[in-house]
């Protein structure tokens, strides 16, 4: 028997859930699977079950991270990130690494300054630069027969203009799943620190490197540690989104004091109890279920490839090293955008994650995630087949 239980089927459609909410009445009365939203079917960590029901019987008080809590987030980012001599004071707390994007463009930005991203890119990217009425930079990631790469010219041309003041990375990269090489990395942190543009690494993803690859922006350099903030979390590591916590680590002082600056006007000063017991737990006592969800991943994948290969060989599927998002290319189909998203969602009865929401340079794609019981993910990919061969598509 397996050790961890990444079978069972978890209904959450009358539990709020975002992802399975986003659908019509009829969609629901259908049964439509969404495997979109970045969270997971799959039920939580024992340890941290556990860690939950043992805080259920306490004081459900005002809370802030102690010495525990700190030591855990620095155990795992040494352990799994050999990032080691991390502060406490370097690790500030947040409800999200969304809100951490949004403060540290306000904290390092004026309006109409420039922020760059790397389209096609996690959707909030965009839009927490135009909501903060910035201006938006776009790198777009450029992509040949062996994968999606950076452009490094057109980088050093965005980031020489005076005007652009950030740049957001997502590393590991959603939805190309890339994970950066360190000479890649090497490269973006130096063009940054060249044309005086702060780093912002969102590796919120970091912790899913099949191959252990991953590496963290401040450990590329100590020049770059000092240029840059991490934004890490178990919210996806951990499937704790809705506990909303998630920890930024700023190694220069200077700029935690204007990124706590930030937080500090919104008034948000204490974190979630919940939250503070999950991360313990997971952090410290987590890693195993941790390894055997990875494994659980990477065989969804292997089965998805297989089965694109076999009943869709014209689908491009981009190779997974990291995240638990895979992105196709759909485009060899002749469907325009629009009649691929009717075919999806109308058809297959399917929401996955459309390309555009990452960017136009997405149109033509879809992600899927891949974090569910193989169950779900086969039901999934057999509605796709079977409404291909009705549409005559295959
Ligand atoms: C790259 C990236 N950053 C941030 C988030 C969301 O972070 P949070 O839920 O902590 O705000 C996601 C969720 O999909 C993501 O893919």
Redesign the pocket.
């Known amino acids: 028997m397996e050790q961890f239980d990444f079978t069972t089927l978890i209904n959450r459609g009358n539990a709020g859930a975002v992802k399975w909410q986003r659908r019509t009445q009829q969609e629901k009365d259908a049964h439509i699977i969404a495997l979109s939203?970045?969270d997971m079917e799959l039920p939580v960590a024992p340890c941290i079950r556990e860690a939950i029901i043992r805080a259920a019987d306490g004081v459900y008080g005002y809370t802030n991270p102690d010495e525990p809590y700190f030591a855990a987030v620095r155990g795992w980012m040494e352990r799994r990130h050999h990032w080691s001599g991390i502060q406490n004071d370097w690790i500030v707390c947040t409800?999200?690494?969304?809100?951490?994007?949004n403060f540290a463009i306000r904290a390092f930005t004026k309006p109409g300054e420039g922020v760059m991203i790397q389209p096609p890119?996690?959707g909030?990217?965009a839009k927490s630069i135009l909501t903060n009425e910035r201006l938006l930079v776009e790198n777009s990631l450029v992509f040949d027969d062996t994968g999606y790469h950076m452009d490094f010219d057109d980088f050093e041309s965005k980031a020489a203009d005076p005007n652009t003041k950030l740049f957001l990375l997502?590393s590991p990269h959603?939805p190309v799943a890339r994970i950066w090489k360190r000479n890649e990395l090497e490269r973006i942190a130096e063009i940054c620190l060249k044309h005086h543009v702060l780093l912002v690494s969102?590796e919120?993803?970091g912790d899913f490197d099949y191959d252990g690859k991953h590496i963290t922006m401040a450990t590329v350099s100590p020049d770059i540690a000092n240029n840059c903030i991490i934004?890490t979390?178990t919210?996806?590591t951990f499937n704790l989104?809705g506990l909303?916590l998630?920890n930024t680590i700023i190694p220069n002082p200077v700029l935690r004091e204007q990124f706590r600056n930030q937080i500090s006007i919104t008034g948000c000063s204490n974190i979630p109890y919940f939250g503070y017991a999950a991360t313990i737990a997971a952090y410290n006592d987590g890693e195993p279920w941790f390894d055997a969800l990875l494994k659980h991943l990477r065989d969804n994948a292997d089965y998805l490839e297989e089965f694109l290969t076999a009943h869709f060989p014209q689908v491009r599927l981009f190779p997974l090293e990291g995240?638990y998002?895979a992105w196709m290319d759909w485009r060899s189909l002749g469907l325009s955008p629009e009649e691929l998203a009717i075919f999806m969602r109308k058809k297959a009865g399917l929401i996955l994650g459309e390309g555009t929401m990452f960017g136009k340079q997405g149109a033509g794609f879809e992600r899927i995630n891949l974090a569910a019981p193989r169950a779900i993910i086969c039901d999934a990919l057999e509605r796709l087949r079977v409404a291909a061969k009705s549409e005559g598509l295959i």
Request: proline share 7%; net charge neutral; with cysteine.
């Open positions: 939203i970045a409800n999200g690494v969304v809100p951490a994007l890119v996690y909030p990217f997502c959603n969102d919120i993803h934004c979390s919210g996806k989104a909303q998630s995240t998002l």
